[in-house]
């Protein structure tokens, strides 16, 4: 039983951690947004809309696979247990 709490407490960690980063970079995205999309403008040659799009695909499949590859696991866990 020391195996699925262990793996519990790391999925745990590993759902607020990620979610912590999620957090701060799309707080970052919404505050920083006119030096973020200018440095990246420049270093990929890209346009405003092009990054604007870029950035919202970026977020969606970062939530997407911390709650799959995160959440889910964990929750299953604490369900187990």
Same mark, same amino acid.
């Given at each position: 039983?020391?195996?699925?709490?262990?793996?519990?407490?790391?999925? #745990? $960690?590993? &759902?607020?951690?990620?979610?912590?980063?999620?957090? /701060?970079?799309?707080?970052? !995205?919404?505050? *920083?947004? #006119? $030096?973020? &999309?200018?440095?990246?403008?420049?270093?990929?040659? /890209?346009?405003?809309?092009? !990054?604007?799009? *870029?950035?919202?695909?970026?977020?969606?499949?970062?939530?997407?696979?911390?709650?799959?590859?995160?959440?889910?696991?964990?929750? *299953?866990?604490?369900?187990?247990?």
């Amino acid at each position: 039983m020391d195996g699925i709490e262990a793996l519990t407490t790391f999925f #745990g $960690w590993c &759902t607020v951690i990620d979610m912590g980063f999620l957090v /701060l970079t799309s707080m970052v !995205l919404v505050f *920083a947004r #006119g $030096w973020i &999309t200018g440095m990246h403008s420049k270093m990929f040659d /890209l346009d405003e809309s092009t !990054l604007s799009l *870029a950035y919202f695909k970026y977020l969606a499949h970062f939530k997407i696979t911390v709650i799959v590859f995160n959440l889910v696991p964990w929750l *299953a866990l604490k369900a187990m247990a």
